[in-house]
C-alpha cells in the first residue's frame, strides 16, 4: 500500500509559476514510476508527465518546456517526493491535479488532487 499526499495548490496569474510536491508513504525508489495527472471541469484525467525508478521524464505535448518534474536525490535521507515544476502557467492549466504511483505490480495509487486555478 502507498500513500500519497500532495502539497495544496492555489491560485496564480497567467505567467506565473507554481511547484507541486507529492510525498510518498515508501520510498519513490522502490515505485516502478510516478507521475502527475491533471483534470479539468467536464473533462477526462490527462496524463501531465511521469519519471521512471530510473529517472526517465515524459511529458504531455501541452506542457513540455514549462513543467519539470523531478523527485528527491536517492542520497537525500527522506527518498520519498516528486515535484512538478510548473512555469508560464496558462489559464488551460487549471485543473485539480493528482500525484500517481504505480507499483512493481503495477498497481495504481492516487493522491487525493490538489486544485490549481490559472486566473487574472
Known amino acids: 500500500q502507498v500513500q500519497l499526499v500532495e502539497s495544496e495548490g492555489g491560485l496564480v496569474q497567467p505567467g506565473g509559476s507554481l511547484r507541486l510536491s507529492c510525498a510518498a508513504s515508501v520510498s519513490i525508489f522502490s515505485i516502478n514510476h510516478t507521475g502527475w495527472y491533471r483534470q479539468a471541469p467536464g473533462k477526462e484525467r490527462e496524463l501531465v508527465a511521469t519519471i521512471t525508478r530510473g529517472g526517465s521524464a515524459n511529458y504531455v505535448d501541452s506542457v513540455k518546456g514549462r513543467f519539470t518534474i523531478s523527485r528527491d536525490n536517492a542520497k537525500d535521507n527522506a527518498k520519498n517526493t516528486v515535484y512538478l515544476q510548473m512555469n508560464s502557467l496558462k489559464p488551460e492549466d487549471t485543473a485539480v491535479y493528482y500525484c500517481?504511483?504505480?507499483?512493481?505490480?503495477?498497481?495504481?495509487?492516487w493522491g487525493q488532487g490538489t486544485q490549481v486555478t490559472v486566473s487574472s
Open positions: 500517481n504511483a504505480v507499483n512493481t505490480l503495477r498497481v495504481d495509487y
